[in-house]
């Protein structure tokens, strides 16, 4: 999501072109993703198998860091966005597949974000059941129903995808 400049200390807008700073390694190993607000659990799902997983395979990490918070929730008050329960275990799945096929099942999970105290530990434990595998939920979501339109989002991630494969080094 656009969440804009933080200020002074944290000047980066989360924006699809910062890159990183300087010319050394890193520069180009940064990835922004800025859906558009309202984006919800198939918006994500697809960001994340049509430009995480992708970015992931061709970087080949050591060991992965999943840092995960829930201010993407669909109560969340500051994030405008419209993740369930459902959206954040598909999450944890996702990337409980690449940590096993990339880093030898090697994973650190950093929790951070989310500002509506209720939904935001439903959400986390989502997270975990998808990184665990449980084979099927064990808290079952109290806004299951929430409606979601991803035309807006998919036509997001493809721009995004279009703009970082002439740019981020492991797409080219």
């Excluded at 080949?60 to 999943?66: A, W």
């Excluded at 940590?99 to 509506?116: F, T």
Aim: with cysteine.
């Amino acid at each position: 999501m656009n969440h804009g400049s933080w200020g002074p200390s944290h000047p980066q807008n989360g924006a699809v072109d910062e890159l990183g700073e300087g010319e050394g390694e890193g520069f180009g190993y940064n990835m922004n993703i800025p859906l558009p607000n309202g984006s919800g659990d198939s918006d994500y799902a697809c960001a994340m198998t049509e430009l995480v997983v992708p970015a992931v395979e061709k970087f080949e990490p050591k060991i992965m860091v999943l840092v995960i918070g829930q201010d993407s929730s669909a109560f969340d008050p500051n994030g405008r966005q419209c993740l369930t329960m459902e959206g954040y275990r598909k999450i944890g799945q996702i990337v409980r597949e690449m940590a096993d096929k990339h880093s030898k099942g090697r994973l650190v999970i950093v929790q951070e974000g989310g500002y509506h105290v209720t939904y935001s530990a439903y959400c986390l434990h989502a997270t975990l059941e998808g990184v665990l595998n449980f084979p099927a939920p064990l808290l079952s979501d109290p806004i299951a129903y929430y409606p979601e339109d991803d035309s807006f989002a998919t036509r997001a991630v493809e721009s995004i995808k279009k703009y970082q494969r002439g740019i981020v080094p492991f797409f080219k």
